[in-house]
């Protein structure tokens, strides 16, 4: 994943698609699945990802 896909930190732990457009999804090697929350360490990692990317 490139770092032009960086995802909010509370989207779904499986495919980073936000919580309210989420719904059923089919994803490449997860399959079909329902919004899952993301846990802690990955939040943290998804937020650490973002201000990497903001810093010049
Ligand atoms: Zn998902």
New binding site residues.
């Given amino acids: 994943m490139s770092a032009n896909r960086l995802v909010a930190p509370s989207s779904?732990?499986?495919?980073?698609?936000g919580r309210h457009e989420?719904f059923g999804?089919w994803?490449t090697g997860?399959g079909w699945?329902t919004?899952?929350p993301p846990d802690q360490t990955l939040i943290k990692a998804r937020m650490l990802a973002r201000r990497a990317a903001r810093t010049p």
């Fill in positions: 779904c732990h499986y495919c980073g698609i989420h999804r994803t997860v699945h919004f899952v």
